[in-house]
């Protein structure tokens, strides 16, 4: 069952003023592998300094597993910030260290879909994004978990995870937001209909499907909006299936997605949740925030409130 919320919503999460950087001390990582990566990590360095925020250190990295290292290294020596640059994937890799920790999140949205920071409404240009870490506000927002892996945007199966298995960083380098559709077209080619049973706290519901989204927040993909009214702080999750063999139906909810109304869509099952089980026949693969890392049958939930974050101050919760 999910968790209380570790911080509710509305508490203070410091005594200091939002905007207040005084005590905001501690590392910056950057994977150089992300799409603007490489180029950024100087300039990041500079301009943190510049606006008040006192780095111990400050590392590049083009191996996630030592990015990762790095962080947990750096809460364990105390370090209140831990200063993330790179894409959704390097993102969600570190949430679970600082959901474990007190300390604070902050984004420097380096990728190509960058679904986190639009969630929280922070800004792909880098001195922006530098200035709401500086100045920010201190919030908690929610994490997925299936298995024993959080996430934060997206656990999938199907033609999404094969989307996901078909891009890499020299296409996303080359191509951006373009190498989402290139990918699709090639796992259309391959995917083959399979058998889902999903069981929520509002029932359970079995049909053919070419793909199971679980999502977490307001976006994937990057600029697509899960659901109407889905946000990164509800408590719930948002699952949606194609309940359909029908390919066809596929390229009409990949034309939708824009909108956020593919939810909409005759052929398509939706709900919010706060948690529950997915198998499937046959067993598959189940895709975490772009890793193939278990397979059906899974439970997944939602943890309201599990990661603080610096957001911008006009960052709005979902009531």
């Known amino acids: ?29 950057v994977n150089t592998n992300s799409r603007r990566g490489r180029q950024s990590f100087g300039d990041a360095q500079r301009l943190l300094a510049e606006q008040g925020v006192a780095l111990d ?53 380096l990728g190509t879909g960058n679904s986190f920071a639009r969630d929280l409404g922070i800004p792909t240009d880098l001195e922006a994004a530098c200035s709401v870490i ?28 094969l989307i996901a ?51 977490n927040g307001r976006f994937h993909g990057g600029p697509f909006p899960l659901a109407p009214d889905a946000g990164i702080d509800t408590g719930r999750l948002v699952v949606y299936s194609l309940a359909t063999r029908s390919k066809g139906a596929f390229l009409r909810l990949a034309l939708a ?10 052929d398509v099952k939706w709900q919010t949740c706060r948690g529950g089980r997915l198998s499937t026949t046959p067993s ?3 895709d975490v925030d772009g890793e193939l890392c278990m397979n059906t049958p899974v439970e997944f939930r939602e943890l309201p409130g599990a990661l603080r974050v610096i957001a911008p101050l006009d960052f709005t919760r979902t009531d």
């Open 1 to 29: 069952m999910p968790t209380e919320p570790i911080v509710q919503a509305g508490t203070s999460l410091s005594d200091r003023e939002p905007g207040d950087a005084a005590n905001r001390r501690g590392v910056l990582l």
């Open 57 to 109: 250190s400050a590392i590049a990295f083009r191996n996630v597993k030592e990015l990762i290292s790095a962080a947990q290294n750096a809460i364990d020596r105390g370090a209140n910030l831990v200063v993330v640059g790179g894409g959704d994937g390097t993102l969600s890799s570190v949430a679970p260290i600082i959901v474990r920790s007190r300390s604070l999140l902050g984004v420097l949205p």
């Open 134 to 161: 500086s100045s920010g506000m201190e919030t908690a927002v929610d994490v997925g978990e299936v298995g024993d892996r959080q996430f934060l945007n997206l656990a999938t199966v199907g033609l999404t995870s």
């Open 165 to 215: 298995r078909q891009l890499n960083v020299k296409m996303k380098r080359r191509f951006g937001v373009l190498s989402y559709a290139i990918a699709l077209f090639v796992a259309l080619r391959k995917e083959r209909p399979f058998r889902a049973r999903i069981e929520t706290e509002s029932g359970v519901e079995e049909y053919d499907t070419l793909q199971v989204v679980i999502g």
């Open 257 to 266: 997605l824009p909108t956020g109304r593919h939810v909409d869509l005759p």
């Open 284 to 286: 598959m693969k189940v």
